[in-house]
T-cell receptor, first 111, second 111 residues
Framework: KQEVTQIPAALSVPEGENLVLNCSFTDSAIYNLQWFRQDPGKGLTSLLLIQSSQREQTSGRLNASLDKSSGRSTLYIAASQPGDSATYLCAVTGSNYQLIWGAGTKLIIKP | EAGVAQSPRYKIIEKRQSVAFWCNPISGHATLYWYQQILGQGPKLLIQFQNNGVVDDSQLPKDRFSAERLKGVDSTLKIQPAKLEDSAVYLC?????????FGPGTRLTVT
C-alpha cells in the first residue's frame, strides 16, 4: 500500500532564505508526483507536476525533483518571501489515477 | 478554460442536519473525485466517478454520505445526518488523464 510522508511537518525560516521541503513515498510505481500549495481554509493550488519519466520541474523560484528509485522528491524554494507562507502538500498518482497524499508541511516565512 | 466550480464555498450547520455540495467539473473531463480534508491532514478520497459510474467509493461512509453524478457531468455530495467530525473542507477534482484539477472547496462547519 502506497504511503507518502512529508518532513518536516512545520518549518519557520527568515525571509530571503532558500529552503527544501521533503516528500517520500514507499512504492515507486507512480504515474507522477505533484506539489500543491494550500492557504488556510482554502482549496489546493497545483505548483508543479513531475511525470514519472522526468527528474525535475521548475517554475519561477520553485524547483521540484523526483527520484523514483529512492522514493523521494524535494521542493526547493529560492529566496523565500512572506507570501510563500502556506501548507505545502505532495501527492503521487497511483493505480486508478488516484492521488495518495502526504500530510503536508506548514511553512512560515518570517519578515 | 473554466476551472472546477464548487458551491457553496462555506456552510455552517448543526449536527444531525443535512447538507449538499455541488461540483461542476472541467468540460470534457470524464473522471470526477470528491475528497474530504480534515484540518492538518492531507485530503482523503471519498468517491471517484468515471462518467456517471462509480470507480471507487471504499472510503465513503455510506450510512450518512451519498454522491451522484447524473449524466456524467455535475455531481452532488450529500451528508445526512451530519456529525461534528464531518467538519472539513470538501474538495472536488476532475481529470482527463493522470493530472487532477481541483475546485476551491467547500468549508463545512458542523456545530
Amino acid at each position: 500500500k502506497q504511503e507518502v510522508t512529508q518532513i518536516p511537518a512545520a518549518l519557520s525560516v527568515p525571509e530571503g532564505e532558500n529552503l527544501v521541503l521533503n516528500c517520500s513515498f514507499t512504492d515507486s510505481a507512480i504515474y507522477n508526483l505533484q506539489w500543491f500549495r494550500q492557504d488556510p481554509g482554502k482549496g489546493l493550488t497545483s505548483l508543479l507536476l513531475i511525470q514519472s519519466s522526468q527528474r525535475e520541474q521548475t517554475s519561477g523560484r520553485l524547483n521540484a525533483s523526483l527520484d523514483k528509485s529512492s522514493g523521494r522528491s524535494t521542493l526547493y524554494i529560492a529566496a523565500s518571501q512572506p507570501g510563500d507562507s502556506a501548507t505545502y502538500l505532495c501527492a503521487v498518482t497511483g493505480s486508478n489515477y488516484q492521488l495518495i497524499w502526504g500530510a503536508g508541511t506548514k511553512l512560515i516565512i518570517k519578515p | 478554460e473554466a476551472g472546477v466550480a464548487q458551491s457553496p464555498r462555506y456552510k455552517i450547520i448543526e449536527k444531525r442536519q443535512s447538507v449538499a455540495f455541488w461540483c461542476n467539473p472541467i468540460s470534457g473531463h470524464a473522471t470526477l473525485y470528491w475528497y474530504q480534508q480534515i484540518l492538518g491532514q492531507g485530503p482523503k478520497l471519498l468517491i471517484q466517478f468515471q462518467n456517471n459510474g462509480v470507480v471507487d467509493d471504499s472510503q465513503l461512509p455510506k450510512d450518512r454520505f451519498s454522491a451522484e453524478r447524473l449524466k456524467g457531468v455535475d455531481s452532488t455530495l450529500k451528508i445526512q445526518p451530519a456529525k461534528l467530525e464531518d467538519s472539513a473542507v470538501y474538495l472536488c477534482a476532475s481529470s482527463l488523464g493522470n493530472e487532477q484539477y481541483f475546485g476551491p472547496g467547500t468549508r463545512l462547519t458542523v456545530t
